[in-house]
């Protein structure tokens, strides 16, 4: 009886070698359901999209790459746990995610001891490749963002700004600290700060006092949903100053629901789906065609870019043996990506140009690249 | 009989330190379950204590897992490192930190159960489940504790010995205090809170401390789950959270241990098994999207246990008694 | 000081607006829970899904009546969706609740949770968990309040808030009638007061209590339309939020009271926009919820609510 059991052991040990054997595994762990689902939903899309794109060219080192996507449901508590699977059970290479910063920081500790290399498409908070050597990230981080829009508000000339922030979101805390740190020592002043909280359909009580106190801008870095809601209050209620923001801004409904009332807004973020380059027209054709002519938001170009320096890395290494392939990441120079070019620093940060576009005619506008 | 159980608890603490040094070689995915097992346990086995045994209906008991969670978590970084560096020492300070958090939760639980004594079932559930939105919002507006950051940089103290020491001495408590004389108080307010007032039971009594001592038990596994993925956020406390816990006591037969303890180890290993589930390509894209999101699954096992088995899958002998008194 | 008082003015007006949206949501909880004795749970779910079939209807039905915006279409919009959430509420009823209806109150409870979880699941499996932006009903702005009017011009009101507030008003106006003046109303108080005299009167409790829930649930229908007029933006999970505050209304005013549910609502509005506008967005959700755990702890009937004897 133990003769076929032991037989039928070593065959399943001897498929798995071979099927190992032509394909690479990377994991993936993404808010696919839950709060925020929408932002899982665009960043799975565009790293499905990349890896079709490799395999379809040949993959790399001759082998397929195999992406392993888990769901986290948006909660705390599950990145930890599907890590743990990805690493332990699925043998991964390497993990992509995740767009929400806090569980970026639940799930890199776990990566980091277990030397698998990680890399973040747009987890913009600090602390995350802080965690250690094998944590990288492709997108940029809140001070650098927060300052490039002050320094826009001081060359147009606005100098009293109010601020609205998302106190529920990580994200916005950040960029309006590096705001308003970065706004007093340019000369100008913080007349209001306000807040509301992610899922907040009401923002007239918070836009009245801030009316009240008479800006010449308002920075309002929060998450589309929200800001589109806001810019239409704000135009209901008299409130005429443009608005300025952060990547967060960009979302399939921002103008559907906003309609024309954020004209004449500006806001930073990481590319623009109008670039009229090669590499980005490219990119978005390909991902109209795979997905429904939806046109892809920054969180679909970031996870794209994250598979693409990953690649990128696994080929210059020639292996996925972990400490390679960590150090072929880090040395990850000048990328060409759909979000620029894109180095990482010392600190495992991407350093990379922001674009501002201005909001008018039904559509973005290009303003401007801001270098790092 | 007290003899007995006793003699039980220490067993079943013994085979936790034997099992504890097998459980270190496996792997760290099922290790990752295992513990997350003996939490489930914690939680659903104290909540049953207020839900199952005095017949309360608590939507909260995330809340008091987090305060656990954060007590204990800010106790460890504050004081773990500068007491010696030997291994008695910071285990020392690890268990105390996860008394504390105990204790911190049972003193929340003692503000919940305080309105809880003038109110019931459908207003209770609601009073709890503000609770645990006071709680969260207090903790994302608290900068020592991270607010809407999470905290982290504990050190991994949670092991198979403590979690399921914790879970045995849990059990423990809630059997031994519901088996008593003393406790029959539980289910006396359970089953006809008037009627039990009449007898000259004092049911505010029993209903706080019901409270307190499931909270005290929350708190403690909150400590374990905080000091296990060393990293706690506010939003993993949240209301989804306490619906899990229900939904384990529910699954289990309220007022039934053995069987809630079956259905913790259950609802934990499912989600598991589902993921799995999720990645057969030849199931249509709809159940796979099914599979994936296990609260569409928990809420269709909610609404059918209820219409054809509310005594829980396992059953629960009170209540087929009740039935049959029906 | 004229600006500081035009702002507080503001703020009320804010808070009205938003407070009539919970009224209405309110009433359902109130109504369910007069006839039956529980919380409707699923309650807040329903509206989110009276959000969505205004969602999808709505283009067609404006095409209806012309191209663009217009108040006909809003208003055939508007009914459509109190239908459908009627017939949802009704058969929620029928497939979940009445079939416990002589069990446990904790028992019906849970399979309320259960159908809340449930539809917020579903919901974001089969719209998407993405936002969809709402299309546009009427086209929105500010009335101009003319110059001469003083001080009182500064104030902004927008034609949304207008008929949120004037909607919400008919159709209160319009339930006390039916719950007061006809016979089907006559029969709802009868069963709220003792189900057992009134089915032996020859009241038929299921149809009562099914027209119940289909009432309830078509002003809930009605408050999605509506609160997406004013916010275009809808998504799965609307309603938990939504559904919490309105049930914290429900019971500040005094549950199973009809004025009370209206009041309670516009209340929690009112201290909504003014903890937000001068004390911290912060704490909006805690100082509501510690408003409904003070009301309970100090007058568990609620602000109209009349007191209940416990009987054994």
Not at chain 2, 188 to 207: C, F, L, P, Q, S
Not at chain 3, 152 to 163: E, H, K, M, P
Request: aromatic fraction near 8%; charge should be positive.
């Amino acid at each position: 009886m133990k003769r076929p059991l032991i037989f039928s052991l070593a065959l399943t040990l001897l498929a798995s070698a071979v099927l190992a054997q032509d394909e690479i595994k990377i994991g993936e762990f993404a808010s696919l359901t839950g709060g925020s689902a929408s932002f899982g939903q665009s960043s799975h899309k565009g790293t499905q999209l990349a890896f079709d794109e490799i395999n379809a060219a040949g993959g790399v080192l001759g082998k397929k790459l195999k992406l392993i996507t888990e769901d986290d449901q948006s909660q705390a508590g599950q990145p930890a746990t599907i890590v743990r699977k990805l690493i332990a059970q699925d043998k991964v290479v390497a993990v992509l995610g995740e767009v929400a910063s806090s569980r970026s920081l639940e799930a890199a500790p776990i990566c980091q001891q277990s030397k698998i290399p990680m890399i973040s498409p747009a987890s913009t908070n600090q602390k995350v490749t802080e965690i250690g050597d094998y944590i990288f990230r492709v997108c940029f981080i809140d001070p650098f963002q927060g300052s490039v829009m002050a320094k826009f508000a001081q060359s147009k000339g606005w100098k009293k700004v109010a601020v609205l922030t998302d106190v529920k979101s990580d994200y916005s805390i950040g960029l309006a600290q590096a705001f308003k740190e970065a706004l007093l020592k340019g000369g100008g002043t913080v007349v209001k700060e306000s807040s509301y909280s992610t899922g907040d359909k009401d923002f007239k009580a918070q836009l009245t006092s801030i009316k009240a106190a008479k800006p010449e801008a308002i920075f309002l870095p929060g998450y589309y949903g929200e800001v589109s809601l806001i810019g239409k209050q704000a135009r209901l209620l008299g409130i005429k100053v443009p608005l300025l923001g952060g990547d967060g801004w960009v979302g399939d409904s921002l103008l559907k629901v906003a309609g024309n009332s954020l004209d004449g807004s500006f806001f930073s973020c990481h590319f623009s789906a109008d670039d009229k380059s090669e590499a980005v027209q490219g990119f978005v054709k390909k991902y109209k065609a795979k997905y429904n002519n939806e046109t892809p938001d920054d969180m679909a170009a970031l996870g794209y870019d994250s598979v693409m320096i990953l690649a990128a890395a696994i080929k210059k290494a020639g292996t996925t043996e972990s400490e390679k392939l960590r150090d072929a990441i880090a040395a990850t120079k000048a990328h060409a990506g759909i979000t620029g070019s894109i180095t990482l620093d010392e600190k495992r940060n991407a350093t990379k140009p922001a674009v501002i576009l201005g909001i008018g005619g039904g559509g973005f506008q290009f303003v401007q690249t801001v270098a790092p | 009989m007290i003899e007995r159980s006793k003699i039980l608890l220490l067993s079943a603490l013994l085979v936790c330190a034997g099992l504890s040094h097998v459980a270190g070689g496996i792997s760290p995915y099922y290790f990752d379950i295992l513990i997350g097992i003996g939490i489930n346990i914690i939680l659903a086995v104290s909540l049953n204590l207020v839900n199952g045994y005095t017949g309360q209906f608590s939507l909260g008991h995330a809340g008091f897992m987090a305060v656990g969670a954060y007590a204990s978590s800010w106790l460890t970084l504050k004081y773990g490192s500068s007491i010696g560096s030997g291994t008695l020492s910071t285990t020392t300070v690890f268990v105390l930190a996860l008394l504390g958090g105990g204790l911190g939760a049972a003193l929340s639980g003692l503000l919940v159960g305080v309105p809880s004594l003038r109110l019931k079932g459908d207003y209770l559930a609601i009073v709890t489940l503000g609770f645990n939105e006071i709680i969260k919002g207090v903790i994302q507006n608290a900068e020592p504790l991270g607010a809407q950051r999470g905290l982290g940089g504990m050190e991994l103290h949670t092991n198979f010995f403590w979690t399921f020491a914790f879970a045995a001495i849990t059990i423990y408590v809630v059997l031994n205090l519901v088996g008593s004389t003393y406790g029959r108080g539980f289910l006396a307010v359970r089953d006809d809170e008037i009627a039990a007032e009449a007898m000259g039971i004092n049911t505010t009594k029993y209903k706080v401390l019901a409270f307190v001592l499931a909270a005290f038990f929350a708190g403690i596994a909150g400590g374990l789950y905080a000091h296990f993925k060393q990293f706690i956020h506010p939003e993993g406390f949240n209301f989804l959270r306490s619906v899990d816990i229900v939904v384990m006591v529910i699954l289990g037969g309220m007022g039934n241990t053995a069987g809630v303890v079956v259905a913790a180890t259950l609802l934990t290993i499912l989600p598991e098994l589902l993921r799995k589930v999720a990645h057969y390509e030849w199931l249509p894209d709809w159940l796979q999207q099914v599979a994936e999101n296990r609260m569409i699954l928990y809420s269709l096992l909610l609404i059918i246990l209820m219409l054809t088995r509310p005594q829980g899958l396992f059953g629960n002998f009170t209540g087929k008694r009740n039935q049959r008194l029906q | 000081m004229v600006d500081k008082l035009l702002e507080f003015v503001q703020q009320l007006l804010n808070g009205l607006s938003q407070g009539s949206i919970y009224a209405l949501i309110a009433l359902g909880y109130t109504m369910v829970f007069g006839v039956l004795r529980f919380i409707n749970f699923a309650h807040g779910d329903v509206f989110m899904l009276g959000a969505f079939a205004g969602f999808y209807i709505g283009p067609k039905t404006l095409a209806l009546f012309g191209t663009g915006p217009s108040y006909p279409g809003m208003f055939a919009v508007l009914v459509v969706a109190m239908v459908l959430c009627a017939i949802i509420g009704i058969v929620i009823e029928k497939l979940c609740y009445r079939p416990l209806r002589d069990r446990p109150k904790l028992t019906v409870l849970i399979t309320a949770i259960g159908v809340s979880l449930f539809l917020e699941n579903a919901g974001q499996l089969v719209f998407g968990a993405n936002p969809q932006s709402f299309p546009e009903l009427i086209t929105d702005r500010a009335l101009e309040i003319p110059e001469s009017w003083g001080a009182i011009s500064g104030l902004t009101i927008t034609v949304s808030q207008v008929l949120v507030f004037g909607i919400t008003l008919l159709l209160l106006f319009v339930l006390r009638y039916v719950v007061m003046k006809t016979k089907l109303g006559m029969a709802m108080r009868a069963l709220s007061f003792n189900p057992v005299a009134a089915s032996l009167m020859g009241i038929n409790n299921d149809v009562i209590i099914s027209f119940t829930f289909g009432l309830g649930s078509a002003l809930a229908g009605a408050a999605g339309i509506l609160i997406s007029i004013q916010q275009p933006s809808i998504d799965p999970l609307m309603g938990v939020n939504a559904g919490l505050k309105a049930f914290v209304a429900a019971v500040l005013g005094g549950i199973g009271n009809l004025p009370g549910a209206a009041l309670g609502g516009i209340l929690i509005g009112l201290i909504e926009a003014l903890v937000v506008g001068y004390i911290s967005p912060n704490y909006r959700d805690a100082i509501v919820f510690g408003v409904l755990i003070l009301i309970l702890i100090v007058k568990p009937t609620g602000l109209l609510g009349t007191s209940e004897r416990e009987k054994v």
